[in-house]
């Protein structure tokens, strides 16, 4: 089995910063992504970044130039979030893809003016 674990999150004010941890444990020899989705209230979930085993990165237009994903080992993923927004507010799922896609138990992001 695996689990992921995540850290981080919580409030900030406009153009504030905040940063996400996920760690994974368990069976990863499967492991080929890590990355994190959000749902706003009332919204359907949507990537905010991912990070392949080669290093490949994608972000989700609405995160562009802000978000950085990025790797402390092959099983844990950080998201640094600058100039955040109100409409960064959401629930931030992070996710490992392992044969199968496994999701974190969420984590409150609430940005406000």
């Known amino acids: 089995q695996v689990q992921l674990v995540e850290s981080g999150g919580g409030s900030a004010q406009a153009g504030g910063s905040l940063r996400l941890t996920c760690a994974a444990s368990?069976?990863?020899?499967?492991?080929?992504?890590m990355g994190w989705y959000r749902q706003a209230l009332g919204k359907g979930r949507e990537l905010v970044a991912m990070?392949?085993?080669?290093?490949?990165t994608a972000y989700g237009n609405a995160v562009q130039g802000r978000f950085t994903i990025s790797s402390e080992s092959r099983s844990t993923v950080h998201l640094q979030m600058h100039m955040l927004r109100p409409e960064d507010t959401a629930v931030y799922f992070c996710?490992?893809?392992?044969?199968?896609?496994?999701w974190g138990q969420g984590t409150q992001v609430t940005v406000s003016l």
């Open positions: 996710y490992a893809a392992v044969g199968r896609t496994v």
């Open positions: 368990g069976s990863l020899g499967a492991l080929s992504d």
């Open positions: 990070l392949n085993r080669y290093g490949e």
